[in-house]
Nanobody, 119 residues
Framework: QVQLAESGGGLVQAGGSLRLSCAVS????????MGWFRQAPGKERGFVAA????????NYADSVKGRFTISRDSARNTVYLQMNSLKPEDTAVYYC????????????WGQGTQVTVSS
């Protein structure tokens, strides 16, 4: 069983930065695709960023390219989302997710962490 736990959310002014962390428990962390998603009030959950394997080329939503960076620390079983130049429209609950190599969908989800960006 894989469990994910996000942390690092909070309130920040526009233009500021936050780093989200996702602690992963369970085996085979390094072979999982790890991603970040977000859900703003009244909107569907949407893709933010993903890394298919440690050191692999990451993918980003167009809205966050150049501002957000996904990374992972295999020794700590942790995935990060560094968020810079934050905008009010980045306000959302951010979720960490994991997908096994043979899975078509993300199977494992964290509980989410709130990010609020004030103007």
């Amino acid at each position: 069983q894989v469990q994910l736990a996000e942390s690092g959310g909070g309130l920040v002014q526009a233009g500021g930065s936050l780093r989200l962390s996702c602690a992963v428990s369970g085996r085979n962390f390094n072979i999982y695709t790890m991603g970040w998603f977000r859900q703003a009030p009244g909107k569907e959950r949407g893709f933010v960023a993903a890394e298919r394997r440690p050191g692999g080329s990451p993918n980003y939503a167009d809205s966050v390219k150049g501002r957000f960076t996904i990374s992972r620390d295999s020794a700590r079983n942790t995935v990060y989302l560094q968020m810079n130049s934050l905008k009010p429209e980045d306000t959302a609950v951010y979720y960490c997710a994991g997908r096994c190599p043979s899975c078509s969908d993300y199977t494992y989800w964290g509980q989410g962490t709130q990010v609020t960006v004030s103007s």
